[in-house]
Nanobody, 126 residues
Framework: VQLQASGGGSVQPGGSLRLSCAAS????????MAWFRQIPGKEREFVAA????????RYAESVKGRFAISRDNVKNTVSLQMNNLRREDTAVYYC????????????????????WGQGTLVTVSS
């Protein structure tokens, strides 16, 4: 499985971006897809997760109400719609896949994810 993230860029505070994660090599029927982000010198931070089987979603408190994770079964992609972006959202965003159908409480744990995309940079600045 290979994951390819795209859609990053520069935006002013209050703006929007949509990230996409395309998977190749295997179609999904289970597991969890997630987005994490990382600032240089800091640990990778959980952003959002979507459980493939039942579409259950989970968000970090810092992005609730502003970000939305969704999937496209046909295209085998996962997207992250980011609205009302803030300067503190600036980071490299990574998509990740866990083959196990993680319980909600475990979905924010980076080490449980088996596959990672290469990262896409989001810069929020005026």
């Amino acid at each position: 499985v290979q994951l390819q993230a795209s859609g990053g860029g520069s935006v002013q505070p209050g703006g929007s971006l949509r990230l996409s994660c395309a998977a190749s090599g295997r179609t999904f029927s289970n597991g969890v897809m997630a987005w994490f982000r990382q600032i240089p010198g800091k640990e990778r931070e959980f952003v959002a997760a979507l459980r493939w089987a039942d579409r259950h979603t989970r968000y970090a408190e810092s992005v609730k109400g502003r970000f939305a994770i969704s999937r496209d079964n046909v295209k085998n992609t996962v997207s992250l719609q980011m609205n009302n972006l803030r300067r503190e959202d600036t980071a490299v965003y990574y998509c990740a896949r866990a083959t196990a159908s993680l319980i909600v409480g475990a979905q924010n744990t980076a080490r449980l994810y088996d596959y990672w995309g290469q990262g896409t940079l989001v810069t929020v600045s005026s």
